[in-house]
Each structure stands twice: as structure tokens, then as C-alpha cells.
T-cell receptor, first 110, second 112 residues
């Protein structure tokens, strides 16, 4: 079946940029999403990108999509303590279902 | 305000008992979903419903049951047949299955 892979942890210093990476297998994917989950809470949509785009920027967030390599990344500029969370990558598969990565826990060091 | 509500936030049950988790949305969304989240794992789909009175099994439906009698409500029953029921359960809804999903705050179920 289709798969989405992410590293489980990322540790960065406050003020640095964080880059969270994701790879997927479904070449027919039309939408790719980044969700944020704070401790003990549900998921919130951070941003998404259409498969015909290479890049999307939204304030401190930059999403890069490399369709050839099936690689998606989320860059958070000037990382703050409030950015501590688990970040999930997800894609819509050919059956219009969301396929989720395992989530990357972002740890901020002072 | 529009949103999706799960209750309760924490739930404790004795082994062998069935338990029902509530999920209500007032977003007028057609599609609703139940996911299970375990530590260090992504979300796994239990059941989903694209329309009232219809639902399909997800990847890990065994030991669970659902109903969709109203558009706003999609309760999940964790039965005694579910071997490892202790987990964080997330409900979501979307206008249809191809759209952004909106999540509830989750229910943490602990079976003792």
C-alpha cells in the first residue's frame, strides 16, 4: 500500500530554522498536508500544497515539494518554544483517503 | 462557533467492558473519521463515513464498531474484542473525503 515516512525526532535551538522532512510513495497524490499536534490535543492543519506547486510560503513556514523524488519538507524559520509539537505529513491517495506519516516530534533547545 | 467536539477527554474502563466515545460536529461536513494514535506511531484509520447511514472499515477496524445515524454524530464503540484498547482516539471530519480534515481534541482511553 501507499506509505508516508518521517523521522521521529528533530532537535533544534531556539531561533534556528527547523526542517522537517517527509517522503511518500503515491505518485498520483494531489494534495500534501502538514498538521501540527500539541501535547494532549487534536491535530491542526498548518499548511498544504498542491502537487503542481514546488513551493509555498506562509509567514514563518515554507513548504518545498520535489515530485520527482517524492519528497516534502516543512521549514519553520526562527523556531520558538511554542513550535514544540509533533508535525504530521499526510497525502491524499488515489482513493481520496488521507495517508499519514508517523509524525516528527520537534524539540526546542534554549 | 463551528467545530468538532469529542468527549470525554479522559476515559477509564475495566477490561472486558464496551465503551463508547462521542464525536459531534456542527460544520455540516459529510465525511467523518476515527483514528487511533499510539506512542511513536502515526494515525491509523479505524472507520470512516462519507455520508449518513454509511460507513467503511479502515485499516484497524477489528474490535470497534460505529454508527452514523445523524450527519453531526459519529460515535465509536470500543468493544471487549479489541485486544489493546488503551490509546489516544481522534475524530475528524471533512466536507468530503478529498478535503482538509478538521480534528477534535481527542479522547485518551485507558483500560485497566
Amino acid at each position: 500500500g501507499e506509505d508516508v515516512e518521517q523521522s521521529l525526532f528533530l532537535s533544534v535551538r531556539e531561533g534556528d530554522s527547523s526542517v522537517i522532512n517527509c517522503t511518500y510513495t503515491d505518485s498520483s497524490s494531489t494534495y500534501l498536508y502538514w498538521y501540527k499536534q500539541e501535547p494532549g490535543a487534536g491535530l491542526q492543519l498548518l499548511t498544504y500544497i498542491f502537487s503542481n506547486m514546488d513551493m509555498k510560503q506562509d509567514q514563518r513556514l515554507t513548504v518545498l515539494l520535489n515530485k520527482k523524488d517524492k519528497h516534502l519538507s516543512l521549514r519553520i524559520a526562527d523556531t520558538q518554544t511554542g513550535d514544540s509539537a509533533i508535525y504530521f505529513c499526510a497525502e491524499i491517495d488515489s482513493n481520496y483517503q488521507l495517508i499519514w506519516g508517523a509524525g516528527t516530534k520537534l524539540i526546542i533547545k534554549p | 462557533d463551528g467545530g468538532i467536539t469529542q468527549s470525554p477527554k479522559y476515559l477509564f474502563r475495566k477490561e472486558g467492558q464496551n465503551v463508547t466515545l462521542s464525536c459531534e460536529q456542527n460544520l455540516n461536513h459529510d465525511a467523518m473519521y476515527w483514528y487511533r494514535q499510539d506512542p511513536g506511531q502515526g494515525l491509523r484509520l479505524i472507520y470512516y463515513s462519507q455520508i449518513v447511514n454509511d460507513f467503511q472499515k479502515g485499516d484497524i477496524a477489528e474490535g470497534y464498531s460505529v454508527s452514523r445515524e445523524k450527519k453531526e454524530s459519529f460515535p465509536l464503540t470500543v468493544t471487549s474484542a479489541q485486544k489493546n484498547p488503551t490509546a489516544f482516539y481522534l475524530c475528524a471530519s471533512s466536507p468530503d473525503t478529498a478535503d482538509e480534515a478538521f480534528f477534535g481534541q481527542g479522547t485518551r482511553l485507558t483500560v485497566v
